[in-house]
């Protein structure tokens, strides 16, 4: 069994970024196998920009990204008061997923009050072919990124910014017919009553939707998609405390 165990590619290819030595045996045993690089936003930092707990993280992360060819998912975690998207410079260089053509998901999760940017030079205006996936927590970034032009299935936009305007967010979703799991979490528009555009938003091949704001901003929200009647929908209205 140890045999079968440390031969079979396919073991070692989720790869959870936590020392060097365990990302080193993964990338080793992993062949040529596609492989999914997770890294913890959770992991207990003492706060200090360069301690121990994150410093391997991160190293580990580095090395890992020298297997960008293989790579089908990546989970990035962001860590507070760093630039650059709460990454460290000597990672930031390395972060350049137009150079990842079997990547499919996406993940950035900063579960810090402040927000997070992601790098300049992470797509380079490039959209990765197989990208499909792509959740964002905490996060800031223009309508126009390049993540954003993906034929996505999977948008998980958790309290993050990337459209201020209704006109904005209706173009943005706009792009993804083939969508088929919606999760907005408190990041919504600005609402203008009147500019608030008429025009559906078509998701024939929706399979769950999860809307989560103000009661204005789930009614606008849900006011705005076309889903079928199949749909697994959730909607979760946050209490208002000035009219309660």
Request: hydrophobic share 40%; glycine share 4%.
């Given at each position: ?28 045993r992993s062949y040529s196998h596609s492989i999914e690089l997770v890294g913890s936003p959770f992991a207990q930092y003492s706060g200090q920009p360069y301690d121990s707990t994150w410093q391997a993280n991160w190293n580990a992360i580095g090395l890992a990204l020298s297997a960008l060819q293989r790579l089908r998912r990546i989970v990035l975690p962001a860590l507070p008061n760093l630039c650059g998207g709460g990454l460290p410079a000597e990672c930031r260089y390395k972060l350049t997923l137009h150079e ?145």
């Amino acid at each position: 069994w140890r045999a079968i165990a440390l031969g079979l590619p396919a073991l070692w290819s989720n790869i959870p970024v936590e020392n060097v030595y365990w990302t080193i045996q993964s990338l080793t045993r992993s062949y040529s196998h596609s492989i999914e690089l997770v890294g913890s936003p959770f992991a207990q930092y003492s706060g200090q920009p360069y301690d121990s707990t994150w410093q391997a993280n991160w190293n580990a992360i580095g090395l890992a990204l020298s297997a960008l060819q293989r790579l089908r998912r990546i989970v990035l975690p962001a860590l507070p008061n760093l630039c650059g998207g709460g990454l460290p410079a000597e990672c930031r260089y390395k972060l350049t997923l137009h150079e990842a053509p079997r990547l499919e998901t996406f993940e950035f999760l900063n579960p810090h009050r402040s927000f997070a940017s992601l790098p300049d030079n992470i797509f380079c205006g490039y959209t990765p072919p197989r990208l499909r996936h792509v959740c964002l927590q905490h996060v800031i970034l223009s309508p126009d990124s390049p993540l954003l032009y993906a034929p996505l299935e999977t948008l998980y936009m958790w309290t993050s910014k990337a459209w201020r305007t209704a006109e904005q967010f209706t173009k943005v979703l706009g792009r993804f017919p083939s969508l088929q799991r919606l999760c907005i979490f408190r990041s919504f528009p600005t609402w203008n009553g009147s500019s608030v555009p008429r025009r559906k938003i078509v998701f024939k091949r929706a399979r769950s939707v999860r809307l989560r704001g103000s009661a204005e901003d789930v009614a606008n929200t849900l006011a705005l998609l076309d889903l079928p009647t199949s749909v697994d929908l959730q909607l979760d209205v946050d209490a208002d405390v000035q009219s309660s």
